[in-house]
């Protein structure tokens, strides 16, 4: 136990030592980061077209091929798939108030593009906002995150309680059950602690809803219309997730308690530029460059690569990770509070058996 308490005493020290490494950059690349916090109403209409009008396009060209041959219809609906990880990116700006100029608009903007991802704007907004508030600290996990437990916790907890776990960090589970029950299930329901405009703003998206894929099932076919939601919804919200994942869950990510958590610190140490291959960076909205986004919110999707270049520029330090390095973090499922990493189950289990 001492040696234990000698090692977590260790890991502080050291942890401080070097997010006070990080703190010394981040003014300087928070003075980078103002200069691409502008909304620009031009690449924002533009977005607007390429993707929600795509996505809009695209459901009318299905119906057709859908009639002709389904040979033509799947590679459609994996490229509306696609789109709608982008159309899900502007709902996410128009919630940061980044994506136009004003906040009406981005209200607009994100309810409608929230109806498209089956997202109520607000309720999904008011938890993203818990979530920016609270990455990284180990003290406010649970709202807007992915269930992660120390290697103490895990170890405390009864048989139970660790089978849940694995079950809920069990890449099948996550990544296309999980989706289905955030998206389908989780966002019909509003907060608790939720204010009037998001429980209402809940029930009216669940109500649009409801008319429009009975309107959509009458005009496909409740069958047909079915099976190509759930295909197109399932590969974005899989994508979604997995994005969201992979840009918070790698080795050498960023957890501290209350007292130690720092949101500069948290920002560049506990969130990733997930390097991706172009086409991929396209639809996913630039969201890989996840390390501007969590230090400054306000930059929109369409202005992160070019506030990327720029903070490398004054020596801004983050943690690149390539496509198929990825892919790799499914192993790791622990916090290791000794060591700072992300440990997989057998390391836990070598390390402190």
């Given at each position: 136990m001492q040696q234990t308490i000698s090692h977590l005493e260790s890991a502080a020290q050291k942890g401080r030592a070097l997010h006070a490494e990080?703190?010394?950059?981040?003014?300087?690349?928070?003075?980078?980061?103002?200069?691409?916090?502008?909304?620009?109403?031009?690449?924002?209409?533009?977005?607007?077209?390429?993707?929600?009008?795509?996505?809009?396009?695209?459901?009318?060209?299905?119906?057709?091929?859908?009639?002709?041959?389904?040979?033509?219809?799947?590679?459609?609906?994996?490229?509306?798939?696609?789109?709608?990880?982008?159309?899900?990116?502007?709902?996410?700006d128009c919630g940061h108030g980044s994506f136009l100029?004003?906040?009406?608009?981005?209200?607009?903007?994100?309810?409608?593009?929230?109806?498209?991802?089956?997202?109520?704007?607000?309720?999904?907004?008011?938890?993203?906002?818990?979530?920016?508030?609270?990455?990284?600290?180990?003290?406010?996990?649970?709202?807007?995150?992915?269930?992660?437990?120390?290697?103490?916790?895990?170890?405390?907890?009864?048989?139970?309680?660790?089978?849940?776990?694995?079950?809920?960090?069990?890449?099948?589970?996550?990544?296309?059950?999980?989706?289905f029950v955030l998206f389908i299930v989780l966002e019909r329901i509003p907060r608790k602690d939720a204010g009037r405009t998001e429980k209402v703003g809940t029930w009216l998206t669940n109500i649009a809803l409801a008319l429009a894929i009975v309107g959509m099932c009458s005009l496909f076919g409740t069958g047909t219309f079915l099976l190509l939601q759930v295909l197109v919804m399932g590969v974005a919200m899989g994508s979604g997730v997995w994005l969201f994942y992979v840009q918070h869950q790698f080795e050498d990510t960023y957890w501290a308690r209350n007292g130690d958590w720092d949101f500069g610190a948290a920002a560049l140490e506990g969130s990733s530029f997930y390097k991706l291959p172009k086409v991929l960076q396209w639809f996913s909205g630039n969201i890989g460059f996840h390390h501007i986004h969590h230090l400054a919110p306000r930059v929109p999707n369409y202005n992160l690569e070019r506030c990327h270049e720029a903070i490398k520029a004054v020596g801004g330090k983050v943690r690149e990770i390539t496509f198929w390095e990825g892919f790799r973090s499914l192993k790791l499922q622990l916090w290791d509070e000794a060591t700072s990493q992300l440990v997989s189950f057998r390391q836990a289990r070598l390390a402190y058996s």
């Open positions: 990080t703190k010394a950059m981040i003014a300087s690349v928070k003075a980078e980061t103002r200069k691409f916090q502008q909304s620009h109403t031009g690449k924002a209409a533009w977005q607007l077209v390429n993707s929600v009008g795509a996505y809009v396009a695209l459901w009318a060209v299905m119906y057709f091929t859908v009639q002709v041959s389904w040979l033509l219809t799947i590679p459609l609906a994996l490229v509306a798939s696609g789109l709608l990880v982008r159309v899900f990116i502007i709902s996410h100029s004003t906040e009406r608009w981005n209200t607009v903007w994100g309810i409608v593009t929230g109806f498209l991802t089956f997202t109520a704007y607000h309720h999904w907004r008011g938890e993203h906002a818990v979530h920016h508030g609270t990455s990284g600290n180990l003290d406010r996990r649970g709202t807007g995150d992915v269930w992660t437990m120390t290697v103490a916790e895990y170890q405390a907890s009864s048989r139970w309680k660790k089978l849940g776990y694995r079950v809920v960090r069990n890449p099948f589970i996550l990544l296309v059950v999980a989706p």
